[in-house]
């Protein structure tokens, strides 16, 4: 069965700092790999996906992610971390069943920002 | 254009009782999912629905929750005789076509339900 992992329950960092979410997965196929952020009382927010082709993806807001399947890898990366920005941020890998691509999340990584 | 919507935003009931939770799906998508996020469990996959079917009910944790969508738009979880483990935010999410890999998923605010 797929997993996601993301070893970091908290990160602190500060404002103009880079910034990078550590994220491993488990699944036996291609896997398609997701980020998604959420702000308090907010639904989630698609920052970024990769399905196939250049393995450094760019998403929204500056943030990116590169996928190293040697590593069954997916960590985001922000080269300069607004306030704004501190949120919770989910990893999650789709798996297609059913003809629909059911998401499996990790357990999400609260980021704390400091001005 | 209007994003998923959910109803009622908060929703607090006794144990035992049943709930009912609404969904509104993005104009025009056909694939929609429901998804719990509990402190215990975190983000879990509860079913999806390709119009109204639901090829996938794999996440529904027991027979106490069902869920039906009609008119290939409008989602209703149930939740039966209600327990405090139950107590969680419910996440619902479209996207337009039929459940392509491509596709993202749009989600709404969430229900959060609370079981005394």
């Known amino acids: 069965a797929q997993s996601v992992t993301q070893p970091d329950i908290h990160i602190t960092v500060s404002e103009g700092a880079s910034l990078e979410l550590r994220c491993n997965y488990s699944?036996?196929?291609?896997?398609?790999l997701f980020w998604y952020v959420q702000s308090p009382g907010q639904g989630l927010q698609l920052l970024l996906k990769?399905?196939?082709?250049?393995?450094l993806v760019q998403g929204i807001k500056g943030f990116e992610a590169e996928f190293k399947r040697s590593q069954s890898s997916f960590n985001l990366r922000k080269p300069s971390v607004h306030w704004s920005d501190a949120a919770e941020y989910f990893c999650?890998?789709?798996?297609?069943?059913?003809?629909?691509?059911?998401?499996?999340f990790g357990t999400g990584t609260q980021l704390k920002v400091e001005l | 254009g209007a994003g998923v919507s959910q109803s009622p935003s908060n929703k607090v009931t006794e144990k035992g009782k049943d709930v009912e939770l609404r969904c509104d799906p993005i104009?025009?998508?056909?694939?929609l999912y429901w998804y719990r996020q509990s402190l215990g469990q975190g983000l879990e996959f509860l079913i999806y629905f390709q119009g109204n079917s639901a090829p996938d009910k794999s996440g529904l944790p027991s027979d106490r929750f069902s869920a039906e969508r009609t008119g290939g738009s409008v989602s209703t979880l149930t939740i039966q005789r209600t327990q405090q483990e139950d107590s969680a935010v419910y996440l619902c999410?479209?996207?337009?076509?039929?459940?392509?890999?491509?596709?993202?998923?749009?989600f709404g605010p969430g229900t959060r339900l609370t079981v005394l």
């Open positions: 990769y399905f196939s082709g250049d393995t």
């Open positions: 999650a890998v789709g798996t297609a069943q059913g003809g629909g691509n059911k998401l499996t």
């Open positions: 699944y036996g196929a291609t896997p398609y």
């Open positions: 999410a479209s996207t337009l076509r039929r459940g392509r890999d491509t596709d993202t998923q749009y």
């Open positions: 104009s025009g998508h056909t694939a």
